[in-house]
């Protein structure tokens, strides 16, 4: 930002064209807005409070900064508001920027999860075999070593359980995907499609009563899905 205000400040600025101007002009603009919500933001993650008004202004900020430091503290604090959803895709962001940072890809992994279990396998996957040298770093590598692997057994067990879906076998689909959810239960995905079995099995108290559990678990798209659901099934039981 201090260089683009420096561009402005400069006795050359006013004989360079107009448009040039209104570009380096909005995009000061823009970094001013996105510095001030990167601020709140950063107070909001240093200090645990997340209900302040100026912290969900600054969420709804929407700038695209080459910064991998603001999208990082964005995901951090949507991790901490429990949008998971949300908060993978800030750390996808940050991860492009900080490609050789495991801890972006460790938060990207732990938030997919609960959406997205290839995403967070892929995640986790690409720092297994990287040594930095460092024990700090080796730390959080075997810890993402760890989640990965749990992340590919459900894997695996989610593939059995799609296949069993595919030839109609609901019931055996359901208990692949219930053995999966019991290595990652914070995966919403895989409560969704016990869910979704339960209702091709008619056993659609149980699939409520998941449902229900669903949408106390942290913001994800199945969030909504679920919402639906739950008032489809409660309208047709009046």
């Known amino acids: 930002m201090e260089d683009w205000t420096s561009v402005l400040k400069h006795p050359s600025f006013k004989i360079i064209p107009e448009p040039l101007q209104q570009n380096a002009q909005n995009k000061v603009s823009m970094l001013e807005k996105a510095y001030f919500a990167f601020e709140a933001i950063k107070i909001a993650n240093d200090t645990g409070k997340y209900n302040d008004a100026s912290l969900i202004e600054a969420m709804n900020d929407n700038s695209f900064i080459e910064s991998s430091n603001y999208y990082f503290e964005r995901g951090y604090a949507f991790k901490n508001m429990d949008k998971m959803e949300k908060a993978a895709k800030e750390f996808f962001k940050a991860a492009y920027y900080w490609s050789q940072e495991p801890l972006c890809r460790f938060?990207?992994?732990?938030?997919?999860?609960?959406?997205?279990?290839?995403?967070?396998?892929?995640?986790?996957?690409?720092?297994?075999?990287?040594?930095?040298?460092?024990?700090?770093?080796?730390?959080?590598?075997?810890?993402?070593?760890?989640?990965?692997?749990?992340?590919?057994?459900?894997?695996?067990?989610?593939?059995?359980?799609?296949?069993?879906?595919?030839?109609?076998?609901?019931?055996?689909?359901?208990?692949?995907?219930?053995?999966?959810?019991?290595?990652?239960?914070?995966?919403?995905?895989?409560?969704?499609?016990q869910i979704d079995m339960l209702t091709l099995l008619k056993k659609e108290e149980q699939a409520l009563e998941l449902a229900r559990k669903l949408v106390k678990m942290p913001e994800t798209s199945y969030t909504e899905s679920a919402k639906k659901f739950i008032e489809k099934l409660e309208a047709g039981n009046q």
């Not at 995640?123 to 990965?148: E, W």
């Not at 995907?177 to 919403?188: D, M, Q, R, T």
Request: positive net charge; glycine residues 4%.
């Open 107 to 193: 938060h990207l992994a732990e938030c997919s999860e609960y959406y997205n279990l290839k995403q967070a396998y892929g995640a986790g996957r690409k720092y297994i075999n990287i040594d930095y040298g460092n024990s700090k770093h080796q730390a959080l590598l075997n810890s993402i070593y760890k989640l990965t692997q749990k992340i590919e057994v459900a894997l695996n067990l989610k593939s059995m359980g799609d296949i069993k879906a595919e030839q109609k076998d609901y019931s055996a689909a359901c208990k692949y995907y219930i053995k999966a959810w019991e290595i990652i239960p914070n995966s919403e995905e895989l409560l969704w499609k």
